[in-house]
């Protein structure tokens, strides 16, 4: 059984024969997968590598480097808060202790810790689907995220791609 569905199977033989080496396309294929699913199964990874003459192994440890890349379904908003040394010294532990607990019961909002986003300037940093948001604090970065699940703010998807 495919993982693909028809469509995006087709799109992903057309992406591979872009490339020189199929194997050159086990990333965008995991964007599409990501892109179709919301996040990187074991069923897809098996796909892209049948699709690109890999193993799944290789797919894994290809996609385990990026963390763009989810391997556990995620909700449609992915918030990730940056916890590390500047974002640490002012806030970014707060803001991200309030989201997880404002959002551990609603599964539209994934909440994750990450590095530096390199947006310390502007610490306490956070991003929405990838999309910046700066100076945050536990109230505001709550205000901010409301407005991307109300649609006052427009959400990429996690993958970049623009929401319809
Ligand atoms: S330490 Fe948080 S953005 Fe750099």
């Known amino acids: 059984m495919s993982f693909f569905d028809d469509a995006n199977l087709a799109r992903a033989k057309e992406i591979v024969a872009r490339y ?7 990333l965008p294929l995991a964007h599409l997968a990501q892109d179709q699913n919301g996040w990187l199964s074991q069923e897809a990874m098996e796909q892209i590598a049948e699709l690109t003459g ?6 894994l440890g290809t996609c385990s480097f990026y963390t763009m890349l989810k391997r556990r379904p995620c909700g449609k908003l992915v918030v990730s808060v940056c916890t590390n040394v500047t974002c640490l010294v002012v806030g970014g532990p707060e803001v991200l202790d309030h ?15 990450v590095e530096c986003l390199a947006a310390c300037g502007g610490a306490p940093a956070l991003q929405v689907n990838y999309e910046f948001h700066e100076r945050v604090s536990p109230a505001s970065a709550e205000e901010i995220v ?11 998807t996690v993958s970049g791609a623009s929401v319809a």
């Open 20 to 26: 020189p080496r199929a194997k050159s396309a086990i």
């Open 54 to 59: 890999t193993t799944a192994a290789d797919v």
């Open 99 to 113: 989201l997880e607990h404002r959002y551990a019961a609603e599964p539209d909002v994934t909440v994750e810790e």
């Open 146 to 156: 409301e407005a991307y699940r109300s649609g006052s703010r427009r959400a990429r």
